[in-house]
């Protein structure tokens, strides 16, 4: 069985994200696309439709100044508006098509275009087929005399190895003659005849698409089936931390420094928050292969004019949040763009606003006032310098990371807020108390939760360019294990990927040198 992608229109290659042979799940993305006339008609659309409302709404002024009344259902304008908001529709579902993801688990066969190329309209642009083999076609010669009827079971042995023999039903038996493939002819070049059959299979054999079989009456007695070790990922690979590459066009418009990701499983990407963005402080987050290849557009943050020092993102099912480090300026002074805690709604590639929160002043209010015996020592602490670089939210708690002030022993604090979207939050609980010291002493710059499993990201308290990646259970949090020691670089951000059990490890290096690292982890199932 196989898919074979193709679109009724012409489009370019954006982005190829697997390659020939490559084993793939439904649901994994595959290409990325562009379609010109469809951006350049979405354009016109939203310009036509923008000039029509403004039309529309001066003349409803005029009429309702001079007293005139019309039909609002059978206006012109409200009718042609309505005809181009539809057109509009259509050709935005047309556009998210563009994203092209796979609907069967199975292993690619070919990819018949390169990034940057045009395909004409119905040109195969990839070929997927299932894993294994689930038919095999065969051919009973013209001479052979055979009694076999629909139904029938029978033994498929590989004539390559003649040990991977699996079980097979007949499905289909022809009743002509035809002529058969030239790889089964005697003699190269000479053209044999038979009828066909059609042998359905288990999925889960070992042998071959396209491989040779020789089909048999199921009492012949056969080799054993053997089964074929396959490789295994090895688990312990480290690499170094790479550069992300970020379009040409995208520096010119951004400063691109890394501090915070989720990956989005659907998407097979990552969404990744900057510290800085741009001279306006625009809101953006950004687009991440898992490669790390940035995307050439930033996704504009809804309902947000300006956010600064974003330093931490976080999911919980399709709600998203992002929150500013709530560190003051290098003036002294604490500015509500610093201290914003923003909640999203995802459908796709659409974001909804939901809510902004002041968080850096809930939180101040809390520490100051909180009766814990722990959190009393922030009393004395100048908490204009409070600093917050992680977060995560579970079941309407935010859960914060305070990077500094540490405590007065050295030790940093992950605390939890109850009652996230009520007006009055709960009062803050004590979830961590640890000191981090490898080489120097460290402070808390992300972390992530999965299952009972949490993964902490550190950066060295004296600023130097060093940090370490920790795991811990929740039950034995005061004593996390090291996962890396990092000499050189600053680990900001963690995100888990879960298809592919691996850690996504983000490096803001500062002056647009962000970075990236991949750690194969194998991840506590969610609860």
């Given at each position: 069985?196989?898919?074979?992608?193709?679109?009724?229109?012409?489009?370019?290659?954006?982005?190829?994200?697997?390659?020939?042979?490559?084993?793939?799940?439904?649901?994994?993305?595959?290409?990325?696309?562009?379609?010109?006339?469809?951006?350049?008609?979405?354009?016109?659309?939203?310009?036509?439709?923008?000039?029509?409302?403004?039309?529309?709404?001066?003349?409803?002024?005029?009429?309702?100044?001079?007293?005139?009344?019309?039909?609002?259902?059978?206006?012109?304008?409200?009718?042609?508006?309505?005809?181009?908001?539809?057109?509009?529709?259509?050709?935005?579902?047309?556009?998210?098509?563009?994203?092209?993801?796979?609907?069967?688990?199975?292993?690619?066969?070919?990819v018949n275009f390169k990034r940057g190329e045009k395909a004409p309209n119905f040109s195969s642009l990839i070929t997927i087929s299932s894993e294994s083999p689930t038919f095999v076609q065969g051919f009973v010669h013209e001479k052979m005399h055979s009694n076999i009827k629909t139904g029938a079971l029978v033994n498929v042995e590989s004539l390559a190895t003649g040990e991977a023999t699996?079980?097979?039903?007949?499905?289909?038996?022809?009743?002509?003659?035809?002529?058969?493939?030239?790889?089964?002819?005697?003699?190269?070049?000479?053209?044999?005849?038979?009828?066909?059959?059609?042998?359905?299979?288990?999925?889960?054999?070992?042998?071959?698409?396209?491989?040779?079989?020789?089909?048999?009456?199921?009492?012949?007695?056969?080799?054993?089936?053997?089964?074929?070790?396959?490789?295994?990922?090895?688990?312990?690979?480290?690499?170094?931390?790479?550069?992300?590459?970020?379009?040409?066009?995208?520096?010119?418009?951004?400063?691109?420094?890394?501090?915070?990701?989720?990956?989005?499983?659907?998407?097979?990407?990552?969404?990744?928050?900057?510290?800085?963005?741009?001279?306006?402080?625009?809101?953006?987050?950004?687009?991440?292969?898992?490669?790390?290849?940035?995307?050439?557009?930033?996704?504009?943050?809804?309902?947000?004019?300006?956010?600064?020092?974003?330093?931490?993102?976080?999911?919980?099912?399709?709600?998203?949040?992002?929150?500013?480090?709530?560190?003051?300026?290098?003036?002294?002074?604490?500015?509500?763009?610093?201290?914003?805690?923003?909640?999203?709604?995802?459908?796709?590639?659409?974001?909804?606003?939901?809510?902004?929160?002041?968080?850096?002043?809930?939180?101040?209010?809390?520490?100051?006032?909180?009766?814990?015996?722990?959190?009393?020592?922030?009393?004395?602490?100048?908490?204009?310098?409070?600093?917050?670089?992680?977060?995560?939210?579970?079941?309407?708690?935010?859960?914060?990371?305070?990077?500094?002030?540490?405590?007065?022993?050295?030790?940093?604090?992950?605390?939890?807020?109850?009652?996230?979207?009520?007006?009055?939050?709960?009062?803050?609980?004590?979830?961590?108390?640890?000191?981090?010291?490898?080489?120097?002493?460290?402070?808390?710059?992300?972390?992530?939760?999965?299952?009972?499993?949490?993964?902490?990201?550190?950066?060295?308290?004296?600023?130097?360019?060093?940090?370490?990646?920790?795991?811990?259970?929740?039950?034995?949090?005061?004593?996390?294990?090291?996962?890396?020691?990092?000499?050189?670089?600053?680990?900001?951000?963690?995100?888990?990927?879960?298809?592919?059990?691996?850690?996504?490890?983000?490096?803001?290096?500062?002056?647009?040198?962000?970075?990236?690292?991949?750690?194969?982890?194998?991840?506590?199932?969610?609860?």
């Amino acid at each position: 069985r196989e898919s074979n992608i193709n679109f009724e229109y012409p489009v370019e290659v954006k982005r190829v994200h697997v390659i020939t042979g490559q084993k793939v799940k439904k649901g994994d993305l595959l290409l990325e696309l562009n379609q010109f006339d469809i951006d350049t008609r979405i354009r016109q659309l939203n310009a036509s439709i923008t000039k029509l409302q403004a039309e529309k709404s001066v003349r409803d002024q005029l009429n309702t100044a001079i007293g005139n009344q019309y039909e609002t259902k059978a206006d012109p304008l409200t009718l042609e508006i309505k005809d181009l908001q539809l057109e509009l529709s259509y050709l935005e579902k047309q556009r998210k098509n563009l994203l092209v993801f796979s609907e069967i688990d199975g292993i690619v066969g070919s990819v018949n275009f390169k990034r940057g190329e045009k395909a004409p309209n119905f040109s195969s642009l990839i070929t997927i087929s299932s894993e294994s083999p689930t038919f095999v076609q065969g051919f009973v010669h013209e001479k052979m005399h055979s009694n076999i009827k629909t139904g029938a079971l029978v033994n498929v042995e590989s004539l390559a190895t003649g040990e991977a023999t699996s079980y097979g039903k007949v499905v289909s038996v022809g009743s002509r003659i035809v002529a058969m493939p030239d790889r089964l002819a005697n003699n190269l070049g000479q053209i044999s005849y038979g009828r066909e059959i059609i042998v359905e299979i288990p999925s889960n054999t070992q042998l071959l698409l396209g491989e040779k079989v020789q089909i048999s009456p199921r009492s012949r007695i056969l080799s054993a089936f053997v089964a074929m070790a396959s490789s295994k990922e090895n688990k312990n690979s480290i690499e170094e931390p790479q550069l992300f590459t970020v379009p040409a066009a995208l520096s010119e418009r951004s400063s691109f420094e890394s501090s915070g990701a989720i990956y989005l499983a659907d998407l097979n990407k990552y969404l990744i928050v900057s510290d800085d963005t741009d001279n306006l402080d625009t809101p953006w987050m950004f687009y991440s292969s898992p490669e790390g290849e940035i995307d050439d557009e930033p996704v504009q943050i809804p309902g947000v004019k300006e956010i600064i020092d974003m330093e931490s993102i976080s999911s919980d099912g399709n709600y998203i949040y992002v929150m500013s480090s709530l560190k003051s300026s290098k003036k002294g002074k604490s500015k509500t763009e610093r201290n914003l805690l923003v909640q999203l709604e995802r459908k796709g590639f659409d974001f909804q606003h939901i809510k902004t929160i002041n968080i850096g002043k809930i939180l101040r209010e809390k520490l100051s006032t909180s009766n814990n015996e722990i959190l009393k020592s922030f009393r004395n602490q100048d908490l204009n310098n409070l600093e917050v670089e992680g977060h995560a939210v579970k079941n309407n708690t935010l859960y914060i990371a305070i990077k500094s002030p540490l405590t007065s022993e050295g030790r940093s604090l992950i605390v939890a807020l109850p009652k996230l979207n009520s007006d009055m939050p709960g009062d803050l609980n004590v979830i961590a108390n640890v000191a981090f010291n490898h080489k120097k002493e460290q402070q808390i710059s992300d972390f992530v939760f999965s299952g009972e499993q949490i993964f902490i990201a550190t950066t060295c308290v004296d600023g130097s360019k060093c940090g370490a990646l920790w795991e811990a259970k929740e039950k034995t949090l005061p004593t996390p294990s090291l996962i890396r020691y990092f000499d050189s670089d600053r680990p900001e951000g963690i995100a888990l990927n879960r298809e592919k059990q691996n850690l996504f490890i983000t490096f803001d290096g500062g002056d647009k040198k962000s970075k990236f690292l991949r750690i194969p982890k194998t991840l506590d199932p969610i609860k």
